[in-house]
């Protein structure tokens, strides 16, 4: 049982991981067209966030790491940071789908099955990237 739980918990950890990041994308897009600095500490603080929740994923599976002599980035940084990304993935992943999804509906709707089946199958095999990010992720 304790498999299942922990499981939950680093999926969950991801995609925490990956909703501040995008967060802190948005707002610095808002924050680049905008000049409002105002939004600086705003996402300084997701960032922290977000490191604070990294570290507690990493100490409750007790990955640890230690800093090499003049290395630009440590070993577990390097797994932090390909962790981010790959949670960010799966969450572009979820959104690209739904997009695909939104225009077979369309498609559905205008009665274009043929275009609706290409599409499905589209969505179909981004739901197995989707998978092989979420099997890495795992091993």
């Given at each position: 049982m304790?498999?299942?739980?922990?499981?939950?918990?680093v999926?969950?950890?991801?995609?925490l991981?990956?909703?501040l990041a995008?967060?802190?994308?948005?707002?610095?897009e808002?924050?680049?067209?905008?000049k409002?600095e105002?939004?600086?500490?705003?996402?300084?603080?997701l960032?922290?966030?977000r490191?604070?929740?990294g570290?507690?994923l990493f100490?409750?599976?007790?990955?640890?790491g230690e800093?090499?002599?003049?290395?630009?980035?440590?070993?577990?940084?390097s797994l932090?940071c390909?962790?981010?990304h790959?949670?960010?993935?799966?969450?572009?992943?979820?959104?690209?789908?739904?997009k695909?999804?939104?225009?077979?509906?369309?498609?559905?709707q205008?009665?274009d099955?043929?275009?609706?089946?290409?599409l499905?199958?589209?969505?179909?095999e981004?739901?197995?990237v989707?998978?092989?990010?979420?099997?890495f992720?795992k091993?």
């Open positions: 304790a498999g299942v739980w922990e499981e939950a918990l999926e969950e950890a991801i995609y991981i990956a909703h995008q967060s802190e994308q948005h707002l610095m808002i924050e680049g067209e905008t409002l105002d939004l600086m500490p705003i996402i300084d603080g960032r922290n966030k490191k604070v929740v570290d507690v100490s409750v599976l007790r990955i640890e800093k090499e002599k003049e290395e630009f980035r440590t070993k577990l940084e932090w390909s962790l981010k790959l949670a960010m993935a799966l969450v572009h992943c979820d959104e690209t789908v739904e695909l999804i939104r225009r077979l509906e369309c498609h559905l205008g009665g099955m043929e275009k609706a089946k290409e499905s199958e589209k969505v179909k981004l739901y197995k989707r998978q092989s990010i979420r099997n992720m091993e």
